[in-house]
């Protein structure tokens, strides 16, 4: 079995903290002001807990850019929820904290909920996202944690947003930049919403030129659209996925190389769609 299957530490959520430039993160971005580390601290306490990140991710028009320090531009977040597809408007701390208390409710809407549904609901100005018909890939560029990723996390980046445009994805697939996501021997990582699949391409970028065999950059970008274009998983660089615990992601993948040593289909018959998992606690049990 590949040592980096399993390796997707257990989380039900990813909170995406919008409209930020890899230029500006520090090597830890929870201090980047008071809002963003409310966040991050109170994610760990969250049921099945949450990643928090910064992300280029811009689902919302950006506010105005006056601030001069980093302190004052996250005073107020936008943060996506993933891959549950709702943004959250320009959070403040209390506007955090009522994130995070919605977020700890067992079950949560969506955005095809009924009105009369007793689901609670966001407590919050929000957005949903069209997530059914719009794809997204986050790759980590985040440079000043590790040098692997902002290296070949960057160049994975600037491979795939060049192929959506040659191929006209526009409209169905985006790449953006996200910070530090564990696992940076394993880079480049990418994770594709709303599957919650992640993936570590293993540093072939340095490997392919001298050695035979060894995927290129752009093969490594083209696998992860093809596979995001049809809703399949991309099993040779599979690392686990969201809302799974690390068992249920050495089992998937078991069970996926079982099957295709038995039978002679296509890759679209072995995928395995994260939304179906039963949700488990951060220990797995």
């Not at 099945?48 to 001069?68: I, N």
């Not at 560029?141 to 526009?170: A, F, M, P, W």
């Not at 078991?254 to 289909?265: C, E, P, T, V």
Request: aromatic fraction near 8%.
């Amino acid at each position: 079995m590949d040592t980096q299957v399993g390796t997707v530490s257990p989380h039900r959520h990813h909170l995406v903290v919008c409209n930020s430039s890899p230029d500006e993160w520090p090597s830890r971005v929870e201090g980047m002001s008071e809002t963003i580390t409310a966040l991050a601290r109170g994610s760990i306490r969250l049921p099945g807990r949450a990643m928090v990140t910064m992300s280029d991710f811009s689902p919302l028009q950006k506010p105005d850019a006056e601030q001069t320090t980093s302190a004052d531009k996250y005073r107020r977040i936008d943060v996506a929820v993933l891959p549950l597809g709702l943004v959250a408007k320009q959070l403040d701390k209390d506007g955090v904290d009522l994130l995070l208390q919605w977020l700890g409710h067992e079950v949560l809407p969506t955005s095809w909920t009924p009105a009369h549904s007793n689901v609670p609901r966001p407590p919050f100005e929000h957005k949903w996202l069209e997530l059914s018909q719009n794809r997204h890939i986050f790759v980590c560029t985040h440079g000043s944690r590790d040098y692997l990723c902002g290296h070949h996390g960057g160049k994975l980046l600037e491979d795939l947003r060049r192929l959506i445009v040659e191929r006209n994805l526009q409209k169905h697939i985006a790449a953006w930049s996200t910070s530090h996501i564990g696992g940076h021997k394993y880079a480049a990582n990418a994770i594709v919403y709303p599957r919650g699949d992640w993936y570590g391409t293993w540093c072939d970028k340095c490997r392919s030129m001298t050695t035979p065999g060894i995927s290129s950059p752009i093969a490594d970008a083209e696998a992860i659209i093809n596979a995001t274009l049809h809703d399949v998983t991309w099993w040779d660089a599979w690392r686990g996925a969201i809302n799974m615990s690390k068992e249920d992601q050495i089992a998937a993948w078991s069970s996926h190389n079982m099957d295709a040593g038995h039978n002679d289909h296509s890759a679209d018959s072995f995928s395995w769609v994260p939304v179906t998992r039963q949700r488990r606690s951060a220990s797995g049990r």
